[in-house]
């Protein structure tokens, strides 16, 4: 049973950095073709793909908020860190890992409960 | 502005069927990537109820099924039921931006 749950702070200040983990379990990210990654919702939006790792430590990126993000795995740990510098209330959001299924393009298929970030000063 | 365009709401009474349709482009449905479809129950994650093409996870069913042409995909759900009632989004990949991208989301109303 695949199960991947987010933690981090609930609440950032402007400018700062967010460092968000996600701890799963159920699978290894060393296994070939999976991937992990970081999806946000805000308030009353849509879904948007931030960030994807795959298990050769190959790294994918929003086109547009590539030069905010960093994205890592801890394989023994059975953990994938997000990190967003320069925070911005823009950025108050329901944050989501997503286990990433093996496809032609892989796909989120299992989600975490997700974590609600707020940006405030 | 979502690189997929879904309309912002449907509604249909019980025991109806309904489509959401999922409009794209030649770099990513066009293209010929799979669409996946999403069922986000308030105040819930997200959870897959189709993916690659007509295919369900366990426990999701057959009311729930979808088709592809061209640069679109919809999303049909029939003899619907109050428990239907929640957000839906269309997913897939985009090569011209080298991202997944998703829909804005649709929001089925049991009236």
């Known amino acids: 049973q695949i199960t991947l749950k987010e933690s981090g702070p609930t609440l950032v200040k402007p400018t700062q950095t967010l460092t968000l983990t996600c701890t799963f379990s159920g699978f290894s990210l060393s296994t070939s073709g999976v991937g992990v990654g970081w999806i946000r919702q805000p308030p009353g939006k849509a879904l948007e793909w931030l960030a994807l790792i795959y298990w050769d430590d190959h790294k994918r990126y929003s086109p547009s908020l590539k030069s905010r993000f960093t994205i890592t795995k801890d394989t023994s740990r059975n953990q994938v860190v997000l990190t967003m510098s320069n925070i911005d209330p823009a950025d108050t959001a329901t944050y989501y890992c997503?286990?990433?299924?093996?496809?032609?393009?892989?796909?989120?298929?299992?989600w975490g409960q997700g974590t609600l970030v707020t940006v405030s000063s | 502005q979502s690189v997929l365009t879904q309309p912002p709401s449907v509604s249909g009474a019980p025991g109806q069927r309904v489509t959401i349709s999922c409009t794209g482009s030649?770099?990513?449905?066009?293209?010929?990537?799979?669409v996946h479809w999403y069922q986000q129950l308030p105040g819930t994650a997200p959870k897959l109820l189709i993916y690659g093409n007509t295919h369900r996870p366990s426990g999701v069913p057959d009311r729930f099924s979808d088709s592809t042409s061209g640069t679109s995909a919809s999303l049909a759900i029939t003899g619907l039921q109050a428990e239907d009632e929640a957000d839906y989004y269309c997913q897939s990949y985009d090569s011209s931006l080298s991202a997944w991208v998703f829909g804005g989301g649709t929001k089925l109303t049991v009236l």
């Open positions: 030649s770099s990513n449905i066009g293209a010929g990537f799979d």
């Open positions: 997503a286990h990433f299924r093996e496809a032609a393009a892989v796909f989120p298929d299992y």
